[in-house]
């Protein structure tokens, strides 16, 4: 905490840099599963609905990016103590986390 009792970008960093490796995580078990779903169909299949999974892996990638550059920068940020690092960092992982939102509400609209 900051001397204001104000908590700063610095005292959450490691929870960004924490929240930030766990988000990417779970997007490349997704990532996983897409292709996986994917390979499932027929090489006729595949065309038909390529599109869709390509979306798909396109937003779980961006978001992939975006947490791990969240994480470097929150991690550097923390380490070495530069302010506007760590705000960066809780900037783009909230950024990873809206794209997510909107990969997911994607795919419930796909579901018919």
């Known amino acids: 905490m900051e001397a204001t009792g104000n908590v700063g970008a610095l005292s959450v960093a490691g929870d960004v840099v924490a ?17 996986t779903a994917f390979d499932s ?3 006729k299949e595949q ?3 390529l599109g869709k999974y390509r979306r798909r892996a ?6 992939f990016a975006l947490s791990i550059s ?9 380490w070495m103590g530069i302010k506007c690092a760590a ?4 900037v ?16 419930a609209l796909d579901i018919k």
């Open 47 to 49: 065309v038909a609905v």
């Open 87 to 90: 705000l960066a960092a809780i």
């Open 19 to 35: 929240a930030s490796v766990a988000l990417a995580g779970l997007i490349l078990v997704y990532l996983g599963t897409i292709s």
């Open 92 to 107: 783009i992982l909230l950024f990873a986390l809206m794209l997510v939102l909107v990969a997911a509400g994607l795919i």
């Open 70 to 78: 969240a994480a470097a920068l929150a991690l550097i940020g923390k």
């Open 58 to 63: 396109w937003f779980a990638v961006l978001s």
């Open 41 to 43: 169909y027929q090489k």
